[in-house]
């Protein structure tokens, strides 16, 4: 059995120095403007894209524009977060069938050639930098899978040269103050 020891080095390399909690930063702070995004920018999807897109309220209006005129790209890990929310939908719930008509269109839409995956080396670093912020941040466990899932997403969008698309203020603005420089877009409805 061969072992990657990049692996390891990943791990290490990817460790934030940083000790202290990070206070969140306010909004005009942070990278919300789609005209910054340049026009070659192939664009990747956070889960709360496809889950405001679903909203009736829907995207904002520049978000929409944005994904009309870019290539898109999709994880596997956006797949799996709406295929749990489609299996923990309550089945006696009045709205299940109508919220799971919702999400089965949105993974209808995705083309097997529109997905890009994560290096073992980024699984490392993302598991690194989760960790990192988790206990920075005193995260509690349950919230401990969706940072790592945002990390894995934010790691993808860097090691592919990506702009990552995402309604999720919070946790990017974490991880791209540790994470190192990556293709950011946020909003917020």
Not at 31 to 55: E, H, R, S, W
Not at 116 to 142: E, I, N, T, Y
Request: a negative charge.
């Amino acid at each position: 059995m061969v072992f990657d020891p990049g692996l390891a080095e990943a791990a290490r390399s990817a460790t934030p120095t940083a000790t202290l909690t990070l206070a969140y930063r306010p909004r005009s702070a942070l990278p919300m403007d789609p005209g910054a995004v340049p026009d070659d920018a192939i664009l990747l999807l956070d889960t709360t894209v496809y889950i405001d897109g679903m909203k009736q309220a829907g995207l904002p209006d520049a978000i929409q524009a944005l994904l009309a005129n870019h290539v898109i790209r999709h994880s596997a890990l956006c797949v799996a977060e709406l295929s749990f929310g489609f299996g923990h939908l309550d089945p006696s719930h009045h709205d299940t069938g109508r919220n799971r008509s919702a999400i089965a269109a949105v993974l209808d839409r995705f083309a097997p050639d529109e997905f890009v995956h994560l290096s073992p080396q980024g699984w490392a670093k993302a598991g690194v930098l989760a960790g990192s912020l988790a206990r920075m941040q005193g995260f509690a466990k349950d919230d401990c899978r969706t940072l790592l899932i945002d990390a894995a997403l934010f790691v993808t969008a860097q090691e592919l040269g990506l702009t990552l698309v995402s309604g999720n203020l919070t946790d990017m603005d974490l991880l791209s103050r540790v994470g190192g420089e990556a293709g950011l877009l946020l909003y917020g409805l």
